[in-house]
Each structure stands twice: as C-alpha cells, then as structure tokens.
C-alpha cells in the first residue's frame, strides 16, 4: 500500500518545532510519509520518524522577520519542491511557514492544512501590525486550505473572529507524551526548594513585566521565589525585565535561566509548588500541558491555550488579563493549602490522560490527514 505523503513546512523553533518533532515520533510510519521543509538555520538536530529512521528534509529561506522579496523567493523554492515531491497534503505551521506553505501549496495545486500555533495578529504590539497581518490571515478563507487548529479556542478564533467556514476548520490539540522518567538535574540548582514557575522567554507575549509585579504583590504576603526558564531566544523584553527586578528589589526572588534542556525543565516543573503563565496570547502551550502530566496546578491568564488546559477550581485557576491582586490572591492561596494543592495536582494529571496524551490522540491527526488528501 502506498504510503500517504505528507510536507510539513515551517520555521522550526519552539513550540513549532516541539509539536512537529511529536508529531513525526508518533504518526504510523507504515501509513504515513513525512517530509519536512523548513529554514536555513533552524532546527539543530535531525528530524525522525517513528522508527527512528531520518526524514527527508529541504532548507529554504524562511524567516521570521518580512521581506517582500525574500519571502516570495521561499514561496517560489517551497512551490518547486513540491512540484518536485508531490506530496498529498502540505501541512503549513506557525506565521511565516503558514503564508509559504499556503501560497506554495496553493500554487501547486495541492491541499493545505494549516496550523497557525496562535493567529499571527495576536503578536502584534500596535494596531497597524495587527491589522496588516490579520488582512493576511483574512485573505486565505477565500483559499481552498483549511485551518488545523491546536485548541477549541483557536476553532471559535478561526471562525467567529478571523471568518473561515466552519467545516474549513479541524481540531488536533497539541499532546505529549507522558514524562515517566525524570533525569537529575544536569545543572546546578542556585534557587530555593520552595518555587513556583513558568517557562517562556521575556516578552510582549508572556507579558513577563506584568509577572514581575505579580511577584511583587505576592512578596509582601508570603516567601516567594520564581524560575524563569527559556529565557535567551528572541528576548526582546529581556533588559525591560532585568531593569524592573532591580527596581522592584526582586533580585532574591527570581532567577533567570538562559538555556534549560527539556529534562531540566521537566525536572524543574515537577519539584515546584505550582506553574504559572501570564500570556497574552498562546496556541495551546506545551509548557502547560507537561505540568499537567508532572501532576502540578496552575494559575494562567485568560488567553486561548491557557482557558483550554485549565479549569477553574479543578487543576488551578484562570486570571483575566493584567488582574495581578487575583493572581497573587490564587498564588498565595495554592502555597498555603498542601492538601488543596495536592488535589488540583492529580486533577491536572487526570485531565492530561484524557485529553492530551500524544499516544492516544495522535490518531486524531492521522484520521484527519486520511479525510483531507
């Protein structure tokens, strides 16, 4: 039987290039082909399959910055490839690998499913950012591709806010696998036992100023530390950040961790009291959903991702936007309450079973890539 043949296209970084690596380790490869399209100086390891087999994979200039001319000359080497490839499904992930994948995709004839790991608009720090990039995402209803998106929030975005047809838009929500084995710490530990954490670079994003003066509030209650992990890739918030913890005496308080591996950080997340996320705007983060399977609570912000993977008064509780006396309220109450804290954590861990574990849900995304070629 032939394989079905998939192209995946994209800048892979992150959280992208996290649910790609997931994606590829668990799909079927006896059913599925996977090829990956992705930029000049992204991914550091190779990509591969099931089996452990290498994929085959094609570098071309994609960038995360605009460039007219540069950005038509990938759609132009993306459309030869897949002229060349042929896949039967082009899978187009994130900003920059959405619209080159798409308008490549488009070009060649071929389906499109594209994920967009939160709308490109929601990045945008002023308004005429925001709607130039939300006229982008505007323009593809009209496309025959179709929206896969990682949370049921991204699903009503898609619909009610961006305008896709509802049956142009699917649902396969981000998923890992179970962290049953936590490695010792590679690196030397210079904060206290009793923390709370959060994963997730310095900026407009995570609003981290705004969790700086939470911690802030929450220090004037009770004894506080916070690990910061992920700190050191696109940091534009990072002096902003340093500068505010000096004026607001939290030297002592927060520690700053420029690179963590992924067992670190799982590591890091399963000793601490609780995880905490003030975003403005997430997909559906895999930070979230591992504290969910290391059987921790959390205390978010109100943003699509964040309301998908908690529930309030079950695993932790969700905080509208810039409430920082909710927050330290809900903080201070998890530390003070073992037994309360103990019980959202097993809630966490129950939720991540049903809902999120890659193991079950994969053949979701295999169901669907059968239903779209």
């Known amino acids: 039987m032939r394989k079905l043949k998939v192209a995946h296209v994209l800048n892979a970084v992150g959280g992208v290039d996290v649910y790609l690596r997931l994606l590829l380790n668990n799909i079927n490869d006896d059913e599925f082909e996977s090829i990956v399209i992705h930029s000049i100086n992204d991914a550091k390891e190779p990509f591969r399959d099931k089996s452990g087999r290498l994929i085959e994979d094609y570098k071309i200039p994609i960038f995360r910055e605009i460039s007219i001319i540069k950005d038509l000359s990938s759609v132009i080497k993306t459309y030869k490839l897949l ?14 690998g959405g619209i080159v994948g798409r308008l490549a995709g488009i070009m060649a004839g071929i389906r499109v499913l594209y994920t967009p790991h939160a709308f490109s608009y929601l990045s945008a720090s002023n308004t005429v950012k925001n709607k130039a990039f939300f006229n982008i995402e505007r323009f593809f209803t009209r496309t025959n591709t179709a929206v896969l998106a990682t949370s049921q929030s991204e699903v009503e975005r898609a619909v009610n806010e961006v305008g896709f047809k509802k049956e142009k838009v699917l649902l396969f929500s981000n998923s890992v696998e179970p962290v049953n084995n936590l490695a010792p710490l590679s690196i030397k530990q210079t904060w206290p036992d009793n923390y709370i954490c959060t994963v997730g670079r310095p900026s407009y994003q995570k609003n981290t100023l705004l969790l700086i003066r939470v911690i802030h509030e929450i220090k004037k209650h009770v004894p506080i530390h916070l690990v910061i992990m992920g700190v050191g890739h ?14 607001l005496d939290l030297t002592e308080n927060i520690t700053l961790l420029e690179w963590t591996s992924r067992s670190d950080v799982f590591s890091i997340i399963s000793k601490s009291k609780l995880y905490i996320s003030t975003s403005r ?54 530390l003070r309450d073992n037994d309360l804290r103990a019980q959202m954590g097993v809630n966490a861990k129950q939720l991540f079973n049903k809902n999120y574990n890659i193991h079950n849900t994969i053949t979701l995304l295999e169901e669907t890539y059968r239903k779209f070629k």
Do not use: F
């Open 83 to 96: 002229k060349k490839i042929k896949p039967d499904v082009v899978h187009a992930h994130s900003a920059k």
């Open 234 to 247: 696109y940091c534009e918030d990072l002096q902003k950040v340093q500068d505010l913890i000096q004026k």
């Open 281 to 334: 705007y997430e997909g559906l983060p895999y930070s979230v959903i591992e504290t969910l399977s290391l059987g921790k609570p959390c205390v978010v912000s109100n943003c699509d991702g964040n309301k998908d993977l908690v529930q309030n008064n079950y695993n932790g509780y969700v905080i509208d936007n810039e409430d920082v006396e909710n927050y330290k309220d809900k903080v201070i109450l998890l």
